[in-house]
């Protein structure tokens, strides 16, 4: 006899981590391309001593400090192995089996995987033409069983934002008893003073007596800690305290704790980083606008070509040139923008791609 696992988990789709090859460039992931800062190292080298200690379970140091960075209380607060594991336990804290979460699509890969294996339902709405959230058709496809809406802004793959109005005049028209998630993992690479800073755009919600918008932010993404994984949770205190109920005790390790309170203390220098990323972003954009791409504008640390049915020649044409993207098949391509150099060699490869 052979064990028996959940029939459903064979439809489900394997999450497909970006490719690494020897000697390749790779701009598949959304990681930043530079090492950690000495500090950091030597915050993780410090802590090293004293990991046959369990963690703080309820990392009470880095929920301190991100406490008073944002202005939220403490209680506001929830930390996780990554934002990823936020998402599944934000999931798994609203739904049981008769209800659905609402997303768009195509957005963040996860999405999809941790609703189905929470065992809840799912609604995809899709993108507008624009590669943009379409937040009028998500307010419509809200339904009785609908206990949470994601809005990744910007979106992961296509790095489209939408803006404080929009966001605001969408969560008019979601019922109170729905979540409201604002998945924020890129959310230090936006330039565009339009796009909020989805805490201050909660803030002022929960001010308004809405209490059913939480905000997701990440340090794998601009803190350059994507090994480390930790992530935290901003969200309304009783939607903070079932997180902490559904969190998988000591997850969050001694020494991710300890990396983020170091990279929160050099952020000013991470934030220089995330600066020249930007600048790169906008010129990588404007030569492929140039060869006859089409990209729509990011706001975050990659671009989307929605290269359709030749995304699958372009990610071999990258591939042979040595520079790994994330292709998703009969749709476009994701390329994380990295050091000058390697978006310069992406670009010689894009650049023969279409000639
Ligand atoms: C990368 C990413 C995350 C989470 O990353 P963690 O490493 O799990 O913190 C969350 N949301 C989106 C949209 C992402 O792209």
Request: hydrophobic fraction near 45%; proline fraction near 6%; aromatic fraction near 6%.
């Amino acid at each position: 006899m052979t064990v028996r696992t959940r029939p459903d988990l064979a439809t489900l789709p394997a999450y497909v981590p970006g490719r690494s090859i020897p000697g390749a460039i790779k701009l598949a992931s959304n990681e930043v391309s530079a090492g950690p800062l000495p500090s950091v190292v030597q915050a993780i080298a410090d802590a090293a001593t004293a990991i046959n200690r369990y963690p703080d379970s309820a990392a009470v140091e880095l929920t301190t400090r991100l406490s008073e960075k944002l202005g939220v209380p403490a209680e506001t607060i929830a930390v996780g192995c990554g934002s990823v594991s936020l998402c599944q336990q934000l999931v798994q804290a609203t739904c049981t089996e008769s209800d659905d979460v609402l997303f768009a699509w195509r957005s963040f890969e996860a999405y999809p995987i941790v609703t189905h294996v929470a065992g809840a339902g799912q609604v995809r709405v899709p993108l507008t033409d624009g590669h943009v959230h379409d937040l009028d058709a998500m307010a419509a496809a809200i339904r009785p069983k609908t206990r949470m809406v994601f809005v990744c802004n910007p979106n992961n793959p296509t790095g489209t934002a939408v803006t404080t109005e929009q966001i605001e005049a969408f969560i008019e028209k979601v019922p109170s008893d729905v979540l409201v998630v604002l998945d924020e993992a890129y959310k230090e690479f936006v330039d565009d003073p339009d796009v909020p800073d989805g805490v201050e755009l909660a803030k002022a919600q929960w001010a308004k007596g809405r209490d059913n918008v939480a905000v997701l932010r990440t340090f794998s993404k601009a803190y350059g800690l994507a090994g480390l994984r930790v992530g935290y949770a901003v969200a309304p205190p009783a939607v903070a305290e079932a997180l902490r109920k559904v969190f998988v005790p000591f997850s969050v390790n001694a020494l991710a704790q300890v990396a983020a309170l170091a990279s929160l203390d050099a952020e000013d220098e991470l934030m220089v980083r995330c600066r020249a990323i930007v600048a790169e972003r906008g010129r990588v954009r404007d030569e492929l606008v140039s060869a006859g791409f089409e990209v729509p504008v990011s706001q975050a640390n990659f671009v989307w070509l929605p290269l359709g049915e030749r995304t699958a020649a372009f990610n071999e044409h990258c591939l042979s040139h040595k520079v790994v993207v994330r292709a998703f098949a009969g749709e476009g391509c994701r390329v994380t923008i990295g050091e000058p150099e390697e978006n310069d060699a992406f670009l010689a490869a894009a650049l023969s791609f279409n000639s």
